[in-house]
């Protein structure tokens, strides 16, 4: 019965295991490679790397699609715990799918991914057989912490690839940081020191040095260590730390990107640490810092091939287990020429194979008084020539303005004569439209003398005196307004407003004006918006353009509405109406002074020549819509900040 029990049991899991094979195959079809980075892979030292990753596996025959995931990691006191989980799930999102290898970018994503083989997490099963890569790490590192960091917590130091070799198959590319030659360093140069300050920053490379240099610092205990640790103080308090180191302490500089917040320093971050201390010894444990603050260091030669490490995965393919291996950069002492010529320190009394940056070349000054002469020649050839080309070119410049005169004469004399004909064109145009109102005001005035007119009719000629003399005024003030918008004369009063509460005194003055049959919508573009500008002027265009939309439209609906642009940085109005709309050879000279749609419609043809001149006085823009066809929509922008007050 066992037997049988057992039977059945072990065809049940072989036709599902079969069953999930199919299924696996029919939905990933194809080989991939899988790159977790730790950042975003977009970033120029990411990119080229996974660029040439792909272009060296085509080379070499392999097709297989590259997935490519991003970690994301920015703040490494507040994040460094979850990291190990978000591997975890980017594993098993490609559990199905038939992963060649694993190249991890960036020293969070090895780590977090050591750390998931120390746990024998389950999200690994599918992956034990492949052949895992990393780049851009280092040999040492530390234990991800389980939960936020606190202040007591201190990074605990592992050898990265110990812990990768037996544990699966690996290879890549593996910093070196030697503390104890930098040590041995600063004491050749500095005998008298006696402490050493280690700056360090906010993510897991900073917090990876400082494992590192406990370690290494106990070999050394007639040395002081002093750590300014970037995840636990601000830049200020950095600064003030490193102002107050005592004579006898050198500064090593780690790293020195990310803040305590997981922001970015800025690129003169390091100067501005050290602004108030020129008499301290620097040394850099990583290169930071070199050519501009510290004198020199041991730091590891730097380097990731995406070639190598795509050649050791195609030979691994190719049956050839043992080509996969860790390749560690040899490291190699680097100095600042400058700052060694200052300390008086010449090039034959530093390691061997040094490496100088900013080295001045030896036969500039081999060759200094050479050089001298032949640059005074050269500076008193160039002097010569340009007094030649200043007097050749003063000359060509007079000529040129006389020229300029003669046209700029013609000139002044056509706008002369344009502006006589303006001149009487208007006087014309004004004549005709004075007259109109005029002669209404003084024909009914001489009416209402006559004793035989009944009340009715007294009231009647009185209102029409009322409204001639209202067009007489408005046009007055029209001709004012356009007059004094052109010469500059009129001044703009900024203020803050809210903008529905002047839409509703708009609504308010232009109430008198609304026709029965036709509908006055307002549609705000927010509850509540402050804007800065000069209130009795936005209220004069938009109460000119509803009047404008109020006389050619006879049923339907004017519609008054603004929005804020995307950008934020100007509003749009429209006035939009049902009306006869704009004729299309019209709308360019629509905005000119005198320009009416209708000659026998009351009005000046000023008021959108004068809303054209506001518009343009508070920064904006106004035209008509073309696209709208069921009658006529202006539109006009309004930056929402102000510099001035025109």
């Known amino acids: 019965m066992i037997r049988l029990i057992t039977i059945a049991l072990l065809s049940l899991l072989i036709l599902s295991t079969g069953n999930a094979e199919a299924h696996d195959s029919k939905t990933h079809s194809g080989d991939t490679y899988l790159i977790i980075a730790s950042y975003n892979p977009d970033t120029k ?19 297989s699609e590259v997935l490519i995931e991003d970690l994301g990691t920015k703040n490494f006191t507040l994040e460094a715990h979850t990291w190990k989980g978000q591997v975890a799930e980017l594993l098993k999102k490609h559990e199905k799918s038939r992963i060649r290898a694993i190249v991890l970018l960036g020293q969070e994503a090895w780590a977090a991914f050591l750390q998931l083989a120390e746990s024998d997490s389950l999200a690994l099963i599918p992956f034990m057989e492949v052949p895992v890569f990393c780049a851009f790490t280092s040999e040492n590192g530390i234990t991800l912490p389980s939960e936020i960091q606190d202040k007591k917590w201190r990074p605990t130091w592992i050898n990265m690839a110990e812990h990768a070799t037996g544990k699966f198959r690996c290879g890549g590319f593996l910093n070196v940081y030697d ?4 040590i041995k360093l600063i004491k050749d140069f500095y005998p008298n020191v006696t402490r050493i300050a280690l700056l360090t920053d906010n993510t897991y490379g900073g917090a990876s040095l400082i494992g590192l240099f406990r370690k290494e610092i106990a070999n050394f205990p007639e040395i002081f260590p002093i750590y300014i640790d970037g995840r636990k103080v601000s830049g200020e ?32 971050s390091l100067e501005e640490l050290v602004s108030e201390r020129q008499d301290l010894p620097i040394f850099s444990l990583t290169g930071s810092g070199i050519g501009t603050l510290a004198i020199g260091g041991f730091i590891p030669e730097y380097g990731a091939n995406a070639n190598i490490i795509a050649q050791q995965i195609i030979n691994f393919n190719h049956g050839k287990p043992d080509s996969l291996r860790f390749i560690r950069g040899e490291g190699m ?36 008084n050479y050089i001298t002469i032949i640059s005074v020649i050269t500076v008193l050839s160039v002097l010569l020539l340009i007094t030649m080309f200043v007097l050749y070119h ?37 004549s005709h439209e004075i007259r109109t109102p005029l002669n209404a005001i003084v024909g009914f005035s001489d ?40 010469t500059g004369k009129t001044k703009f009063a900024f203020q803050q407003v809210e903008l529905n509460a002047l839409f509703d005194n708009v609504s308010s003055t232009t109430q008198h004006l609304r026709k029965p049959g036709i509908q006055y919508n307002f549609n705000p573009g927010k509850e509540s918006f402050i804007l800065k500008t000069d209130p009795k002027r936005l209220m004069q265009v938009l109460i000119n353009l509803i009047t404008n939309a109020n006389k050619f ?73 073309p696209n709208y066809s069921s009658g006529a929509r202006f539109c006009f922008t309004h930056p929402t900040s102000h510099d001035q007050v025109i």
């Open 447 to 486: 009416i209402l003398c006559t004793e035989t007119l009944t009340e009715t009719e007294k009231t009647n000629y009185n209102s029409l005196i009322s409204q001639n003399s209202d067009i007489l005024l408005t046009l007055i003030n029209d001709i004012l307004d356009i007059s004094r918008l052109e």
């Open 179 to 182: 503390v104890a030659a930098n």
């Open 394 to 430: 003063r000359n060509k410049k007079l000529r040129q303005n006389l020229e300029t005169r003669e046209i700029e004469l013609i000139a002044a004399k056509d706008i002369a004569e344009e502006s006589d004909k303006l001149k009487s064109a208007f006087l014309a145009n004004m």
């Open 333 to 368: 002492y680097n100095f600042d020429s400058r700052k060694l010529k200052e300390l008086g320190v010449r090039s034959d009394q530093l390691p061997a194979n040094s490496v100088l940056i900013s080295s001045e070349d030896p036969r500039i000054d081999l060759y200094k």
């Open 553 to 625: 439209t006879e049923q339907g609906a004017i519609t008054l509405s603004y929005e804020l642009d995307s950008s934020l940085s100007f509003i749009l109005f429209t006035i939009t109406d049902t009306g006869c709309g704009v004729p299309a050879g019209k709308t360019k000279n629509i905005f000119k002074r005198f320009e009416k749609l209708d000659e026998y419609k009351q009005g000046t043809g000023l008021g959108l020549a004068i809303c054209k001149q506001i518009i343009t006085k508070l920064g904006g823009d106004i035209w008509i819509d």
């Open 237 to 268: 308090q950095a600064k003030e730390m490193v102002s107050k180191l005592s004579t006898g302490t050198a500064l090593l500089i780690g790293t020195w990107r990310v803040n305590k917040e997981g922001q970015y320093f800025l690129r003169n």
């Open 45 to 63: 030292r990411m990119s080229d790397f996974i660029n040439s990753f792909g272009e060296s596996l085509l080379k070499n025959g392999d097709k």
